[in-house]
Nanobody, 115 residues
């Protein structure tokens, strides 16, 4: 099995920054990529950013230019640097790992943005 643990969430004022981290452990092998998703209260989970094993990144239009996803290697944490946060971006942020056509999820970390 694969375990994902997110950290770095918290309370930040609008316009502030947070850096989320996702640590993966367990039976990690042919990883296709990892990503961050978020789910606000009463809304569907949505993609924030992804990064493939080769380092190709993709972002939701809403976060382009403000968020950066990065990783050092397959077995190192994946980070999400979030700048200029907006109140509407308050949500539980989830880490995802895709391996052998299967997606694994972490438990999520809460991000609260005060206006």
């Amino acid at each position: 099995q694969v375990q994902l643990v997110e950290s770095g969430g918290g309370l930040v004022q609008a316009g502030g920054s947070l850096r989320l981290a996702c640590a993966a452990s367990g039976r990690i092998g042919s990883v296709h990529g990892m990503g961050w998703y978020r789910q606000a209260l009463g809304k569907q989970r949505e993609l924030v950013a992804t990064i493939t094993n080769s380092g190709t990144t993709d972002y939701a239009d809403a976060v382009k230019g403000r968020f950066t996803i990065s990783k050092d290697s397959v077995k190192k944490p994946v980070y999400l640097q979030m700048n200029s946060l907006k109140p509407e971006e308050a949500a539980v942020y989830y880490c995802q790992l895709v391996q052998r056509l299967r997606a694994y999820w972490g438990q999520g970390t809460q991000v609260t943005v005060s206006s």
